[in-house]
């Protein structure tokens, strides 16, 4: 077999969206010209050895990288795409992403780990975001009052959590499913907690209504989520009877009670017509006075993700795998490897999860 017909062509494209580059730019620095590149990147041509190995250096990835056979289609990702994200911005943090599940897959090979155990619910007329949000609240054994820890909770069902650097404050949450079903849910780790707990929420809503049912209106699919997240954290039989006297005082009360943000909350009061739409803009004005949009007082307790730091932990505290032989693992670079994996604690036992 051949070297070129060994390699993995379409991780080219990766490589180079991981790095936030053009063809163009990338022709110009390298001098294998974008017609080479464009023609390798869709495994029409391959490039000779010495361009495929400058490549790799001027990518700053090992060749083992260029070698996993997995292809690890990114499908189902939702996110709200902001207007000033820019589509070089979109297309890192999705490499990255798709690195992140080849890396999963990879280290689950051979290790038993909890699985996906949630049902799946399609949206109509006949059930609403709001109602499927009831019937996983059930499902969760969650019959009244706040939500529990997020994350104890989707952990304990099979959820990979993976707190995650988007390269951008404007993207909260995105959620997939390996080549070998793994469910993960990537979560941006700069937002303060309250909104972390929401964005789970909201991706939860993508995993159980829009991983197997292609959703009926595609610029609905935000919604949908957003919907059922607020019924999953603020139910609407129990909030109606709470908000119906809604004054600023209560919010830091509530916000304790029902661990969501106190924007959550005031918009929860407005879509259940607890609050007028003048009250909503009131409310909206004194919190941007205040700086409240970004960073609200009281603060909610971190709630930590274990399950991936089970996975790494089993790696190196269990297996002792050193940083450079994990590194080879995963087929990433040392300078990769230190921005993405974090130290992990030494107390996890995954089979406790399990």
Same mark, same amino acid.
């Given at each position: 077999m051949s070297l070129e017909s060994e390699i993995n062509w379409s991780l080219l494209e990766v490589a180079r969206n991981l790095r936030m580059l053009t063809q163009k730019s990338v022709s110009e620095a390298t001098g294998i010209s974008q017609a080479a590149l464009s023609k390798a990147e869709h495994d029409v041509q391959p490039l000779s050895e010495n361009a495929f190995a400058n490549l790799c250096n001027f990518y700053d990835l090992p060749l083992g990288f260029f070698y996993q056979r997995s292809n690890a289609p990114l499908?189902?990702?939702y996110f709200r795409r902001k207007l000033t994200l820019s589509d070089k911005i979109i297309d890192g943090f999705l490499a990255k992403v798709r690195i992140f599940m080849m890396i999963v897959d990879e280290l689950t090979d051979g290790v038993e780990m909890p699985g996906f155990d949630l049902d799946s619910y399609r949206v109509s007329e006949e059930s609403t975001p709001s109602d499927i949000a009831k019937k996983i609240r059930y499902d969760l054994k969650i019959?009244?009052?706040?939500?529990?820890?997020?994350v104890d909770t989707l952990e304990a069902h099979g959820i990979i959590i993976?707190?995650?650097?988007?390269?951008?404050?404007?993207?909260?949450?995105?959620?997939?499913?390996?080549?070998?079903?793994?469910v993960l849910m990537f979560i941006n780790r700069t937002m303060p907690?309250?909104?972390?707990?929401?964005?789970?929420?909201?991706?939860?809503g993508h995993i159980v209504m829009h991983l197997e049912h292609a959703p009926r209106n595609a610029s609905e699919v935000e919604n949908e989520a957003d919907e059922f997240a607020s019924e999953l954290l603020m139910p609407e039989?129990?909030?109606? @009877? *709470? +908000?119906?006297d809604f004054r600023l005082e209560l919010l830091p009360v509530l916000k304790k009670k029902w661990k969501v943000s106190m924007r959550a909350l005031i918009r929860r009061a407005k879509d259940l017509e607890c609050i007028s739409a003048q009250q909503y803009r009131n409310f909206q004005i004194y919190f941007s006075k205040n700086g409240y949009n970004k960073r609200e007082p009281i603060n909610l307790p971190a709630e930590v993700p274990a399950l991936w730091k089970a996975l790494l932990s089993l790696y190196k505290d269990e297996w002792n795998y050193?940083? @450079? *032989? +994990?590194?080879?693992?995963?087929?990433?670079?040392?300078?990769?490897y230190k921005q993405w994996i974090t130290p992990w604690p030494k107390i996890i036992d995954l089979q406790t999860l399990m």
């Amino acid at each position: 077999m051949s070297l070129e017909s060994e390699i993995n062509w379409s991780l080219l494209e990766v490589a180079r969206n991981l790095r936030m580059l053009t063809q163009k730019s990338v022709s110009e620095a390298t001098g294998i010209s974008q017609a080479a590149l464009s023609k390798a990147e869709h495994d029409v041509q391959p490039l000779s050895e010495n361009a495929f190995a400058n490549l790799c250096n001027f990518y700053d990835l090992p060749l083992g990288f260029f070698y996993q056979r997995s292809n690890a289609p990114l499908g189902h990702l939702y996110f709200r795409r902001k207007l000033t994200l820019s589509d070089k911005i979109i297309d890192g943090f999705l490499a990255k992403v798709r690195i992140f599940m080849m890396i999963v897959d990879e280290l689950t090979d051979g290790v038993e780990m909890p699985g996906f155990d949630l049902d799946s619910y399609r949206v109509s007329e006949e059930s609403t975001p709001s109602d499927i949000a009831k019937k996983i609240r059930y499902d969760l054994k969650i019959y009244q009052g706040a939500m529990p820890n997020m994350v104890d909770t989707l952990e304990a069902h099979g959820i990979i959590i993976i707190p995650f650097d988007f390269g951008t404050e404007k993207i909260d949450g995105l959620s997939t499913v390996t080549q070998k079903n793994h469910v993960l849910m990537f979560i941006n780790r700069t937002m303060p907690n309250d909104r972390i707990r929401y964005s789970m929420a909201h991706e939860l809503g993508h995993i159980v209504m829009h991983l197997e049912h292609a959703p009926r209106n595609a610029s609905e699919v935000e919604n949908e989520a957003d919907e059922f997240a607020s019924e999953l954290l603020m139910p609407e039989e129990e909030m109606k @009877k *709470q +908000l119906h006297d809604f004054r600023l005082e209560l919010l830091p009360v509530l916000k304790k009670k029902w661990k969501v943000s106190m924007r959550a909350l005031i918009r929860r009061a407005k879509d259940l017509e607890c609050i007028s739409a003048q009250q909503y803009r009131n409310f909206q004005i004194y919190f941007s006075k205040n700086g409240y949009n970004k960073r609200e007082p009281i603060n909610l307790p971190a709630e930590v993700p274990a399950l991936w730091k089970a996975l790494l932990s089993l790696y190196k505290d269990e297996w002792n795998y050193t940083d @450079k *032989q +994990l590194m080879s693992v995963m087929h990433v670079n040392e300078r990769d490897y230190k921005q993405w994996i974090t130290p992990w604690p030494k107390i996890i036992d995954l089979q406790t999860l399990m």
